[in-house]
């Protein structure tokens, strides 16, 4: 079991370019999220699904766009990056039982933009 | 106002102590409440979950005070593997998203 997965690692992207963040899980989890975490700020809800084909806007989701296209995936796209998205980012998943809120979080990502 | 507010330390402490971390909540309207850790660089992971009735697991201890919306966490005999960053993390129900302190730093000295 990897639990949930994040890729890539590490990226550094010039200011305009894009790139999608992949998450992968192999829980079954019904709910998925993307976080930012910014020095200070504590984690940041970015966008998050229900389930698949399902999206919805978190906290803070300007510039960035997602998709559920299959249940253990989960997508962040960021289609003209700004230097103000110089953060790392989280990818979770939970399930979707009512008596259980925990978050299982990937390793994640820590995106530079220039 | 922060959603969720905590003193982001450091708490220096020395082996074998004990330290208590406090966080305020904001939204009246919320529902659960957890303690996640976080090490340096790493993923944050559910250390426990705070029951109105107050809850311990091991040598971690966790109340919850709705009337002053209030949560805390005791840790006692500190480890030096204790050393990590603390995040208060409070639910509004619904959407089962959750809203994340700033997060406590401790570092155990030998």
């Known amino acids: 079991n990897a639990g949930v997965t994040q890729t890539p690692k590490f990226r550094v992207l010039k200011t305009g370019q894009s790139m999608t963040l992949l998450c992968a899980q192999d829980m079954n989890h019904e709910y998925m999220y993307w976080y930012r975490q910014d020095p200070g700020m504590g984690l940041r809800l970015i966008h998050y699904s ?3 084909g399902t999206t919805a806007k978190g906290e803070v989701p300007d510039g960035y766009n997602v998709s559920r296209l299959k249940k253990q995936n989960f997508l962040l796209g960021l ?3 700004a230097p103000s998205q110089t953060s790392v980012y989280f990818c979770a998943s939970s399930t979707g039982l009512a008596v259980s809120y925990e978050q299982y979080f990937g390793p994640g990502t820590r995106l530079t933009v220039t | 106002r922060k959603e969720v507010e ?5 708490f220096n402490v020395p082996e074998g102590a004990t330290v208590a971390f406090n966080c305020t909540y904001s939204n009246s309207a919320s ?7 976080q090490d340096c660089r790493k993923e944050p992971k559910l250390l426990m979950s705070v029951y109105s009735s107050g809850n311990e697991d091991g040598r971690f201890t966790a109340q ?5 919306q209030y949560i805390s966490l005791l840790i ?11 995040l208060c993390v409070v639910n509004r129900g619904g959407r089962r998203a959750l809203t994340f302190g700033s997060g406590t730093r401790l570092q155990v000295q030998p």
């Not at chain 2, 905590?6 to 450091?10: E, H, K, V």
């Not at chain 2, 919850?64 to 002053?68: D, G, P, V, Y």
């Open chain 1, 79 to 81: 289609e003209s990056a």
């Open chain 2, 76 to 86: 006692r005999d500190s480890k030096l593997s204790d050393s990590a960053t603390y």
């Open chain 2, 6 to 10: 905590q003193d982001p330390g450091p």
């Open chain 2, 31 to 37: 529902q659960s409440f957890f303690w996640y850790r």
């Open chain 2, 64 to 68: 919850l005070n709705r009337a002053s």
């Open chain 1, 50 to 52: 229900v389930g698949e």
